[in-house]
T-cell receptor, first 111, second 116 residues
């Protein structure tokens, strides 16, 4: 069974730009969660989608948004990038047993 | 409020030593899950174990073992006969019923360095 895939793996953007990251969950998994990892704040929950609906949301500004498609693939978008948005963005997929399996992450650098 | 504390920032051991990584959690929920993940330098979080709040049985998987004690709100992880490949950052995490167990709250991680 293929694992969680994330694209792109690396991204460099400049302040003010926007970015879209993609996540394909494990086949059959309907829940997708997003996390941000930075040296200062550690691993923080962004949001979770299930059946195309956002079920849970973390404490991030509205510049961070996401969506999920009917095939469970998910995207997250960050608008008006700031230097502090530089981070590793991790996606996790979850099936019936609430185990969260993570993808390799997208490393975003904002210059 | 939910919180996970990993007080050990970094641990250094020599190969074949046993090492225990500590995890203390706080939650008001009676139904929750506890997790351990390994993060090698590549960055991907590798799932190691999940434990629900009603199952306090200790678990052993090869060189890995976990000790869950609700009385002390701890979920400690022991690696027996450590190997260089065990070098990584290890995270303990908690999820609660009120988020459908989908929001993981992570500790700050413990960096384990195993030298030959």
């Amino acid at each position: 069974k293929a694992g969680v895939t994330q694209t792109p793996r690396y991204l460099i953007k400049t302040r003010g730009q926007q970015v879209t990251l993609s996540c394909s969950p494990i086949s059959g998994h309907r829940s997708v969660s997003w996390y941000q990892q930075t040296p200062g704040q550690g691993l923080q929950f962004l949001f979770e989608y299930f059946s195309e609906t956002q079920r849970n949301k973390g404490n991030f500004p509205g510049r961070f948004s996401g969506r999920q498609f009917s095939n469970s693939r998910s995207e997250m978008n960050v608008s008006t990038l700031e230097l502090g948005d530089s981070a590793l963005y991790l996606c996790a997929s979850s099936g019936s047993y609430n185990e969260q399996f993570f993808g390799p992450g997208t490393r975003l650098t904002v210059l | 409020a939910q919180k996970v504390t990993q007080a050990q920032t970094e641990i250094s051991v020599v190969e074949k030593e046993d090492v225990t990584l500590d995890c203390v959690y706080e939650t008001r929920d009676t139904t929750y899950y506890l997790f351990w993940y390994k993060q090698p330098p590549s960055g991907e979080l590798v799932f190691l174990i999940r434990r629900n709040s009603f199952d306090e049985q200790n678990e052993i998987s090869g060189r890995y073992s976990w000790n869950f004690q609700k009385s002390t709100s701890s979920f400690n992880f022991t690696i027996t006969a450590s190997q260089v490949v065990d070098s990584a950052v290890y995270f303990c995490a908690l999820s609660e019923a009120d988020t459908g167990f989908q929001k993981l709250v992570f500790g700050t991680g413990t960096r384990l360095l195993v030298s030959p």
